[in-house]
């Protein structure tokens, strides 16, 4: 009996112990938790992990020394700048500067650049010939017949390879008398710089035909409506070889230009003022001309058909 009171002890103990033990090692482990915790330099290392973290991801994010040498960020790579963005806004469309009959463009060119002897806003001194110019046809500038006989023959100097034909030139004499001229022949090497040889009808609007040589001063003019302009192809010209002139022009012409595949191509100007392409690149394709003041004007559709006077919708701005 007194056993088994005995292990009825032993029995009802052992519960106890079974709840004990696990409570002791809990609080065993919160007391070396609060240890670690409250030991010196505690939580620094982690606080300076995440800070150094932090502070690598800025500088990667602003291409500074975490990232490698000449390595820029993505969103840098991706993204223009405002001031790259603006750039490219500004910079004029191709599409939208296709060459079309009407087109026109100024450039920054100068009139002195391109204007060669003959200056707009000169004044030149000279003398006044004249000349039977007859039907006008029969010019070095090749233009043809002329609708009137307001014409001169330029000085061998400042017609310069032909520069000088087309230009509309007011002449006044010592007495006040003026007319108006256009440039449409040139007058032999005899004639000195300044001179204009006059054709007999445009010399008698300034003096007695009798006189034959006058003193007289001239400026280039831009006239207030002289049309429009028209192109022609010389006889014999062809897409192996072409030569073009421009007629009606307001203002002298500087440059002729053909678009050859994707270049243009400006053609050397002969004295009998047609322009030369000799290898026939670009004839029949777009005509770019470009006159003493800068101003370009193309014109699509003009076909190599020799002689032909072709018209156009395009005319030089007055100056």
């Known amino acids: 009996m007194?056993?088994?009171?005995q292990g009825a002890r032993r029995r009802g103990h052992r519960p106890r112990l079974q709840f004990i033990a696990p409570i002791a090692l809990v609080a065993v482990g919160a007391l070396v938790c609060?240890?670690?915790?409250?030991?010196?330099?505690?939580?620094?290392d982690a606080g300076n992990t995440a800070a150094t973290a932090d502070a690598g991801s800025r500088g990667t994010a602003a291409g500074g020394p975490s990232s490698p040498a000449g390595t820029a960020s993505p969103s840098a790579s991706r993204s223009p700048s405002p001031a790259a963005s603006t750039t490219a806004t500004a910079r004029p469309s191709t599409t939208s500067a296709r060459p079309s009959a009407s087109d026109t463009s100024r450039t920054p060119v100068t009139a002195a650049s391109l204007a060669g002897r003959i200056r707009p806003g000169?004044?030149?001194?000279?003398?006044?010939?004249?000349?039977?110019?007859?039907?006008g046809d029969g010019g070095s500038c090749s233009y043809g017949p002329s609708a009137?006989?307001?014409?001169?023959?330029?000085n061998h100097t400042d017609y310069e390879t032909a520069r000088a034909c087309g230009a509309y030139v007011l002449v006044r004499a010592a007495g006040g008398a003026?007319?108006?001229v256009?440039?449409?022949?040139?007058?032999p090497a005899g004639c000195a710089p300044g001179q204009l040889d006059l054709s007999a009808q445009a010399f008698a609007r300034l003096a007695n035909p009798a006189?034959?040589?006058?003193?007289?001063?001239?400026?280039?003019?831009s006239p207030a409506d002289p049309g429009t302009m028209s192109l022609r192809y010389k006889s014999g010209s062809s897409r192996y070889w072409c030569a073009v002139q421009v007629l009606g022009h307001r203002n002298p012409v500087a440059r002729i230009e053909l678009r050859d595949g994707g270049e243009w191509r400006r053609l050397p100007r002969t004295g009998y003022n047609y322009f030369l392409a000799e290898d026939g690149g670009g004839c029949g394709g777009a005509i770019r001309i470009t006159d003493i003041y800068g101003e370009r004007l193309t014109a699509e559709g003009i076909a190599v058909r020799p002689d032909a006077v072709q018209t156009t919708r395009l005319q030089f701005a007055r100056h």
């Open 34 to 44: 609060l240890i670690m915790a409250f030991r010196p330099g505690a939580g620094t």
């Open 178 to 180: 003026t007319v108006t």
């Open 148 to 154: 009137d006989l307001m014409t001169a023959a330029m």
């Open 2 to 5: 007194k056993e088994n009171r």
């Open 182 to 187: 256009r440039i449409t022949n040139e007058c």
């Open 211 to 221: 006189a034959g040589r006058i003193p007289i001063t001239w400026k280039l003019l």
């Open 122 to 135: 000169t004044d030149y001194r000279g003398v006044a010939t004249t000349y039977d110019a007859g039907t």
